[in-house]
């Protein structure tokens, strides 16, 4: 199991910044600060007039009023996907995605570190290497940036700047991995539930499955009851491991138990929990891997596969040819496994799953 990097920049979060500035402030001052950031009538602290003109003027002073900065928006063919290529403190930079989503809302994949650790051999972040974690503020603004985004644009607005879509889903399927980043990411769960109406149920953490962060949340009377996706990619402990360095011997027998325990604290909910498949030819696609998966799904009981057609043409993998792409979902299917095949959206600007990446020297892949 791979551990860590250590990370190498420590950045401060808005609400230690407004500690700082103003420490013996009463606490709904913060709250204020933090509900004015995602309402649609400010667009700057300057605006926030129920709070006291000096503490505006400082902020307007003191703190960007976006923890992210536009560098790219790239729009794909179909209109119905863009990737942002946005600035975070310490000018690194990290891509956040805005999607049409089944429902026609829009759904936005954020990013939850610069870079990624995990190193995943077929996903373009993981050739990154890891660099710092974002933090909660840089997490939800890349979902303001979006709100933002469609509010000044004239084909996806009304003519008072209202979204003619509303942002109704987000999934942490950006670059990084969300769960080695616990902390950030529960405090931004906790200001998308706290100031937007998007719910638990639109939420989904995806994650490579750290098991000692899965054993903890399950523990922690303060993470919010989202929605999880399990990166598995392998039933196949050896096929596993070749894909995702982070996997180990035991970790499939791990994940069972931890499966037992996860259904247990959401019985009442009866949810699926979703796996995540992405689709290599002559790597994981073969009938020994769709007979592992379908053993393995058995164990665990009430899953959802979701296969996903691979993307990064920079790779030595290849997508799974299409015969045995419907070869395989069809051995799933017969033998009674829940099925789904995400829709690829955006492989035309490099939107797609498992091709984000920022070079080092800032140039968009
Ligand atoms: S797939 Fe996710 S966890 Fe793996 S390297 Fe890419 S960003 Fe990191």
Known sequence: MIAQTEEKERVNTRAEHFGRLFPGAPKFRLKQMEEALFSPLFQSFSDVSNLPLLMRETLVRE????????????????????????EVQGGKRVETVLMKNA???WTVCVSSQVGCAMACTFCATGTMGFTRNLTSDEIVDQIRFWEAFLRKSPTLSDSKGEPLSRISNVVFMGMGEPLANYEQVKEALRLLLSYTDIGVTRITVSTVGLLPMLRKLLDDPTWPPVRLAVSLHSADGETRKNMMPSSYDAFLDGLVEWTERYFEKFESRRRHLTFEYVMLSKVNDTERHAKALIDFSRRVGKVRINLIPYNFTGSIYRDSLPGDFARFQKQLEDAGVVVTRRRTMGDDIAAACGQLIVEKNGSVD
């Open 63 to 86: 703190l960007p009023w976006f923890a992210v900065q536009e560098v790219q928006v790239l729009e794909s063919a179909k209109k119905d996907t863009y990737k942002g290529v946005v």
């Open 103 to 105: 429902r026609g809302a």
